[in-house]
């Protein structure tokens, strides 16, 4: 049975399936790291080949073009993102822990796709990237999956202003998170989940964390669910704190 018949047919190609799908993930980690660093444009079949440590005909045995190799590390990246918020969603009874989970799984996410996660958020406006492509595919879903989770609430529907904000937003913070040395997670769950609250229209609760007596600092409460009680810490609120 041929592997992959509908690639061009230059080089050597693999006698398996299985040394098929090894020269293809190897290409596509090369593909990912020379996205990461040169963009769409600059990825080129030579770049790619190069850091694959693989000719230019062996790279045709996997992708037609540059461009097909690039579509298929930005297309994984978009069902990631998907993937790691489809059961959220669907578990999900409460909006507000809803969010907070959410936001756990979209920074889980940047932290995956590293430094890819630069380029993406530089050309996702740009309709010729993959990027551009594929986020209008990703965020017609986020935008469909925010407002069912909170007309299921029971609240009223956000205006798409307030879902396209939000998810401009989450992009955002999510890019700053990735791009800061000191990673500081507490900090950007927080901001985020802030955000979320406000443009949504879901309760922000009145917290005090134990030992102050200054309401309206983020507690555990909006925390990172995921974080240990020993690694969280009390962040200041992003707006209407002092």
């Known amino acids: 049975m041929p592997v992959n018949p509908s690639s061009p047919r230059r080089g050597r190609p693999p006698k398996t399936s299985d040394q098929h799908e090894r020269l293809r993930r ?10 990461a660093e040169f963009g769409f444009r600059g990825s080129t079949v030579a770049r790619i080949a190069g850091r694959a440590e693989v000719s230019k005909p062996t790279f045709y045995t996997c992708f037609p073009s540059a461009e097909a190799a690039l579509e298929a590390v930005v297309t994984d990246a978009s069902a990631r993102l998907v993937e790691h918020l489809r059961p959220i969603a ?3 009874t409460d909006v507000q822990a809803g969010l907070a989970a959410g936001i756990t799984a979209y920074l889980d996410w940047a932290d995956q796709v590293g430094d890819g996660l630069r380029v993406f958020h530089a050309e996702q406006h740009d309709p010729a990237s993959p990027a551009g492509r594929l986020r209008a595919q990703a965020t017609g879903w986020l935008r469909d999956l925010l407002r069912r989770a909170v007309t299921g609430s029971g609240r009223p529907a956000p205006s798409p202003q307030a879902l396209d904000l939000l998810l401009g937003g989450l992009q955002l913070g999510c890019y700053q998170y990735q791009q800061d040395p000191g990673r500081d997670r507490d ?17 922000l609760p009145d917290i005090t964390p134990a030992g102050t007596d200054q309401p309206g600092t983020v507690g555990a409460d909006l925390r990172d669910p995921h974080r240990s009680e020993s690694d969280s810490r009390s962040v200041p609120g992003v707006a209407g704190d002092q």
């Open 26 to 35: 190897r290409v596509l980690r090369a593909t990912a790291a020379t996205y």
């Open 90 to 92: 669907a578990a999900a």
């Open 187 to 203: 900090a950007s769950h927080a901001a985020m989940l802030r955000l979320a609250t406000a443009l949504l229209g879901t309760a």
